[in-house]
C-alpha cells in the first residue's frame, strides 16, 4: 500500500464526510436550538435525494434547479413537521420523541415504497460534473470535487450566518434560555420552525446532493441517521463544530476502512465512538 494510495482514499473519505456533515449538521442544529433529537431526520434525507431523482432524472429538470426545488420542498415539510408534530412533544421526556421519530421512518419508508418502489434508483452524473481529474497518478471525479467544496461551504456559511448576522443571534439566544428570550420579545415559536426548516433542508440538501454518485432506496436514511448519530455523539450534542469534525473523522476512517479493513469496517467507527465517550463522555467539543 502505497502512500499515494492512502491519500486518494484520505480523498475519498472527504467527500463521503461531506454527505454525513450535511446530515449531522441539520441533526446538531435542531438538538442545540429544539431539544429534539429526530431520528426522522434521514428521512429527509431520502426524500430529498428522491425529490431530485425524480426531477433531474424523470422530468428532465436542470440539476442545479431539482436541487433547489428539492431542497425547499423538504424545509416546507420540516417547518410541518415541527408545527404539528413536534412542537407538542418539546416539553415531555426524550423518549415521546423518539418514538415519534421512529414511527415517521417507518411511515416514509413505507410512503417512498408506494410512490417509487424499492429498487435502487440512481441518474446519471450531470454533464457540467462528469469526467475526472488526475490526483497523484489516478482519476478521481470531478463531482466528489464538487461535493467536497459545497460541503465546506456551507460550513462556512452556516458559521458566518449564526456568528455574524442578527438572526444567528436570536437563534443562539433561543437556545442558551428560550424563556429569557421569549420574555426580551423575541418569537420563539418562529424561531424554531425556521430553526427546524433549515435543519430538514441541510438534510434535503445531502440527499439531492448525492443522487448521481449514490444509490436511493427507501432504506437509504435509516442507514444513514445511524452514521450521523455516532457524529453527532463523537463531536458532541448540540456543537456544530463538532459535528464537523466529526463527520471528517468518520467519512476518512470509514473510506480507509473499506481498503484496509473492509470486514470490520463499522467496528471502526464505533469504536472510535467507544473510545470518545469513554475518554470524555460530552464528546470532543461537548460541554
Do not use: C
Not at 421526556?93 to 413505507?110: E, K, M, N, P, R
Not at 440512481?122 to 489516478?138: C, H, M, N, S, Y
Not at 456559511?157 to 420579545?185: I, P, Q, S, Y
Amino acid at each position: 500500500m502505497t502512500v499515494e494510495n492512502l491519500i486518494f482514499q484520505g480523498l475519498i473519505g472527504l467527500s463521503l464526510a461531506m454527505y454525513l456533515w450535511l446530515v449531522s449538521a441539520g441533526l446538531t442544529l435542531a438538538f442545540g436550538v429544539l431539544g429534539v433529537l429526530n431520528f426522522a431526520h434521514g428521512s429527509l434525507y431520502m426524500v430529498g435525494a428522491y425529490l431530485a431523482y425524480t426531477l433531474y432524472g424523470r422530468l428532465g429538470f436542470d440539476f442545479g434547479v431539482s436541487v433547489v426545488l428539492a431542497v425547499l420542498t423538504v424545509g416546507v415539510l420540516g417547518a410541518v413537521m415541527e408545527r404539528l408534530l413536534f412542537r407538542p412533544m418539546y416539553r415531555l421526556d426524550t423518549a415521546f420523541q423518539l418514538i415519534l421519530t421512529f414511527g415517521l421512518v417507518l411511515i416514509f419508508s413505507d410512503l417512498a415504497k408506494l410512490i417509487w418502489g424499492g429498487l435502487f434508483v440512481i441518474p446519471p452524473v450531470p454533464a457540467v460534473f462528469q469526467g475526472t481529474v488526475p490526483v497523484l497518478g489516478r482519476s478521481f471525479p470531478v463531482y466528489n470535487i464538487f461535493v467536497i467544496g459545497a460541503g465546506i461551504l456551507v460550513a462556512g456559511v452556516m458559521g458566518l450566518v449564526l456568528e455574524r448576522t442578527w438572526w444567528g443571534k436570536t437563534v443562539r439566544a433561543a437556545a442558551a434560555d428560550r424563556e429569557m428570550a421569549a420574555a426580551l420579545g423575541l418569537n420563539i415559536s418562529r424561531v424554531f420552525v425556521l430553526v427546524f426548516a433549515a435543519a430538514a433542508m441541510l438534510a434535503g440538501l445531502g440527499g439531492a446532493f448525492s443522487i448521481p454518485v449514490r444509490v436511493v432506496d427507501p432504506g437509504t436514511g435509516t442507514a444513514l441517521i445511524v452514521q450521523a448519530f455516532i457524529i453527532t455523539v463523537i463531536g458532541g450534542l448540540g456543537n456544530l463544530r463538532g459535528a464537523f469534525v466529526g463527520s471528517l473523522l468518520v467519512g476518512v476512517l470509514s473510506a480507509y476502512g473499506t481498503l484496509l479493513f473492509p470486514v470490520f469496517e463499522l467496528f471502526i467507527i464505533y469504536l472510535l465512538m467507544a473510545v470518545v465517550l469513554l475518554v470524555k463522555p460530552e464528546g470532543l467539543f461537548g460541554r
